[in-house]
């Protein structure tokens, strides 16, 4: 089974329960720009394939405001799963994503 890249903010369940299981975004924003920025939001919005379709908005974690135009579309490739709202968060609040994960962006997008 492929790893999920997921934070507890966004994970749903009805109980919630699960959710403790995913680091929190919150504890993984940074204040500098995320290196390879755009390679990474590139890969996270068209990498791999699509693997489901949701409504064409979210609602943002931290604000609580809709947002537009942004994906809760699932994506996976070889390796990895996640969702295309990652790169909203990472565009917006440079969220640090995994270490392994963003050698494999960058790996994929040959820019390692």
Not at 73 to 83: I, M, Q, V
């Amino acid at each position: 089974m492929k790893p999920y890249v997921n934070y507890s903010e966004l994970y749903r369940t009805s109980s919630n329960n699960s959710a403790k299981n995913y680091p929190a975004m919150a504890d993984n924003l940074s204040d500098a720009p995320v290196p390879h920025k755009d390679v990474i939001v590139d890969y996270l919005r068209r990498g791999g394939r699509q693997g489901g379709m949701t409504p064409c908005w979210i609602k943002d974690v931290f604000t609580g405001e809709r947002v537009r135009g942004v994906s809760d579309n699932g994506r996976e490739d070889d390796e990895y799963c996640w969702s295309e709202q990652l790169a909203y968060y990472v565009e917006r609040y440079n969220l640090v994503l995994p270490e392994d994960f963003v050698e494999h962006i960058l790996a994929e997008s040959g820019a390692s």
